[in-house]
């Protein structure tokens, strides 16, 4: 019998996703589940992007450029980007598919097999993906609970740096935390970046979800660093698009663009008519994200106040993204996910939250710890809730 590769054996399972099945065989059985775990907000797409869809009077959906539709990277580099004080040129932009597509190539851009990456944990999952599938070694550096996940000492950094450390990678605001790395906290990370010639891999995809009166400052706009930086980005969070899989990478650094541009040819083009919702989307008014700000506001107080208020939980306030990590009184929130999916109902409900500890390097770190999304309106919150209060007490697990 024929075998499959020992990548793909060793290939790490979804930890926002390995869950699934568990939930559909809740749903097969006619059970509601309530998704805290997966960051796929019920917020409505802009018209002008849905309508860009309705409308177009396309005959044929053949490639686009490998780089992206043109009108989509010149409305990004001078309409979008440039409204929010990143000055690129659209040579200096190609779009993927979706921000993986950009992490994967900032990463086989700047490592080498057997190279490293420091990133602070805990961290979005699928970066150890795909530096498990490039041979590029992660190493975290920890952060904590109690201070919101705020970016350590910069000594912490120079102690992980070693000779195959090639980039820094941070996501800002922080998915899975929440957390919003202030203008400061980024400088100090680019001069680490600059003392050691690294490269600073930038996700920033939850830009528009800052919940504080300090502007959200951009790994773009650190001085003295143009040849250093590669931003990754999307239309999925920004705009409610998460099906439409587009995003883009952005750098100054002419040779990482001509190099993202062959990995581009390979995969031949972003997906045609996500890249037309996207140039849609350009037209969205200002209005809609200050009203989608104000609502994610509203969710996650209710929230983070729900949350503290259950014994023996305790969660930060975030000030970014759509996301906290709490600290649960469980001896292992992935066995305890799974049995609330299994064996907890409440009126023919159950809520599904997404175990933390895949989203830690060190091992034993996030073992009680969860990943919970707002992204319900506050009524079915306050649902969700509570289905998951009465489930923490009734868990065999409960460690109080």
Request: contains cysteine.
């Amino acid at each position: 019998m024929a075998t499959i590769s020992r990548k793909a054996q060793e290939m790490p399972a979804s930890a926002i996703r390995k869950l699934v099945p568990y939930a559909d065989a809740a749903k097969k059985q006619g059970i509601k589940v309530y998704h805290l775990n997966i960051g796929q907000p019920d917020i409505k797409s802009p018209e002008c992007a849905l309508k860009a869809i309705r409308e177009n009077k396309l005959t044929h959906i053949s490639y686009s450029h490998s780089a992206g539709l043109a009108e989509l990277r010149d409305g990004l580099a001078n309409r979008y980007y440039k409204n929010i004080g990143i000055n690129i040129d659209p040579s200096e932009l190609i779009v993927t598919v979706a921000g993986s597509e950009s992490v994967n190539l900032a990463l086989e851009i700047s490592c080498n097999e057997g190279d490293e990456v420091i990133v602070l944990e805990p961290f979005y999952t699928n970066y150890n993906t795909f530096a498990f599938l490039n041979g590029i070694t992660i190493k975290a550096i920890q952060t904590d609970i109690r201070n919101g996940f705020q970016v350590p000492a910069i000594e912490e950094f120079e102690k992980a740096i070693t000779p195959k450390t090639k980039a820094i990678l941070v996501c800002n605001p922080g998915n899975p935390t929440g957390t919003l790395y202030s203008r400061e906290s980024m400088l100090a990370i680019g001069e680490i970046a600059r003392r050691h010639d690294l490269f600073l891999i930038s996700d920033e995809v939850y830009r528009e979800f800052c919940y504080t009166d300090e502007p959200h400052f951009s790994a773009m706009n650190i001085p003295d660093l143009d040849q250093n930086v590669i931003l990754v980005d999307s239309v999925s969070k920004r705009y409610n698009l998460c099906g439409a899989r587009v995003g883009c990478i952005v750098s100054h650094n002419k040779e990482v663009m001509a190099a993202a541009m062959k990995f581009a040819q390979a995969r031949l083009c972003p997906p045609v008519i996500g890249q037309i919702a996207s140039v849609g989307a350009l037209d969205t008014p200002e209005e809609y994200f200050v009203a989608v700000k104000e609502e994610y506001i509203k969710r996650r107080d209710y929230m983070i106040e729900y949350l503290n208020s259950i014994p023996g939980v305790y969660t930060p306030l975030p000030m970014g993204a759509f996301y906290t990590i709490a600290e649960l009184p469980v001896d292992d929130t992935e066995k305890f996910a799974k049995w609330m999916l299994e064996n907890f109902r409440i009126d023919g409900e159950t809520t599904m939250v997404t175990p933390a500890a895949s989203f830690y390097k060190t091992p034993g770190k996030g073992i009680n710890h969860a990943r919970i999304a707002y992204v319900l309106e506050i009524p079915e919150m306050k649902k969700a809730l509570r289905i998951l209060e009465e489930g923490l007490k009734a868990y065999p697990g409960r460690t109080i």
